[in-house]
């Protein structure tokens, strides 16, 4: 890999975990980036000038909240651009033009003993969008193929501390081993099977160490933690079966490209990493490669995403840096 272009954001990037969202059509250059800063969301297009979309108040709020993430969210049937907040949840169409749905966060009658938010954002199964809260609840929303009629169908109720991510397998899982994996602060990991309910296969406890981000690629969970670890889980026996001390510090991102089984990595050590996952094929093992290590000098990195669906393209934002690396 090497540094191919910079695009310029309007504002910096928030030290948040996985702060860069990249909108990616399968065989195609990616269309869309976005990367949060404070209340708003940067969004450069393929089209047009930077645009900012700003964070939803809500009811007869006085201060306009915080942006916690930004994500595309890619169904079979269409696409929606999800923005998670202090105060609620926002879903608009893929260009950020069109507000489609908005779900305000229930604040507790007692707002100073927690603070609210959400947080993990997924797309799964045919028509379902899933987002963390900081209750620990995961939100299941049913996405119509078209129109604004978005409705909660479920609420995901296992965690106990507020969710960091939540990743779908990008292919087919194999039998028994789920389809959707949610992470929180406690590093608990909860393995689900997706369906018009969802079922919990399997709980992964913690050790104590948040698990800030998560993929799913093949059965297997890529998990990466506050202590710069990654460690590598079997989906369908909750098993652990590698262990890398990745980086010096806490890792901020972490991306999968679905068609090789590439694993991206950044986090607060200022370097961007490239994996390799692969299955032996004679004893089914889980085998992890080091294949590419990218230095960005005095940047925490708190976004890393992958541009295309092989990994050949790589995107990186950083604390306090106003553009976006692409490699």
Not at 36 to 47: C, F, I, N, R
Not at 129 to 149: E, H, M
Not at 264 to 285: I, M, Q
Not at 314 to 319: E, N
């Amino acid at each position: 890999y090497r540094r191919e272009r910079t695009l310029a954001l309007r504002s910096s990037s928030s030290a948040l975990y996985n702060n860069l969202a990249v909108l990616c059509p399968p065989a195609r250059p990616p269309r869309a980036f976005g990367a949060v800063h404070g209340t708003t969301l940067s969004l450069l297009g393929s089209e047009g000038p930077p645009r900012q979309l700003p964070a939803r108040a809500g009811g007869s709020a006085l201060s306009t909240p915080l942006l916690t993430q930004a994500a595309w969210c890619q169904l079979p049937a269409r696409v929606l651009l999800v923005l998670t907040s202090q105060r609620g949840i926002q879903m608009y169409e893929a260009d950020g033009s069109t507000l489609v749905f908005w779900h305000a966060l229930d604040v507790p009658e007692h707002p100073a003993a927690h603070s609210v938010f959400a947080r993990g954002i997924a797309a799964a199964g045919e028509h379902f969008v899933c987002v963390g809260t900081s209750s620990g609840a995961v939100l299941v929303f049913d996405i119509p193929p078209k129109g604004t009629n978005v409705t909660l169908s479920e609420v995901l109720e296992q965690h106990r501390e507020p969710i960091t991510d939540i990743a779908a397998e990008q292919g087919q899982a194999p039998d028994g081993a789920g389809d959707l994996v949610t992470a929180d602060d406690s590093g608990t990991l909860c393995l689900w099977s997706t369906g018009e309910e969802f079922t919990l296969l399997r709980k992964i406890p913690g050790s104590g160490c948040t698990c800030s981000s998560v993929t799913l690629w093949n059965g297997i969970v890529a998990a990466g933690y506050g202590n710069g670890q990654i460690r590598l889980w079997e989906a369908g026996t909750g098993q652990l079966r590698a262990q890398v001390s990745a980086h010096a510090r806490w890792i901020y991102a972490l991306d999968l490209a679905p068609l090789t089984g590439k694993l991206l990595s950044g986090a607060e050590d200022s370097f961007v990493h490239v994996w390799k996952l692969s299955r032996d094929p004679d004893t089914d093992d889980v085998e992890i490669q080091h294949c590419h290590a990218e230095c960005v000098t005095d940047t925490q990195v708190c976004g890393a995403r992958f541009c295309d669906p092989a990994g050949d393209t790589f995107a990186v934002t950083g604390y306090d840096l106003s553009e976006i690396l692409c490699y």
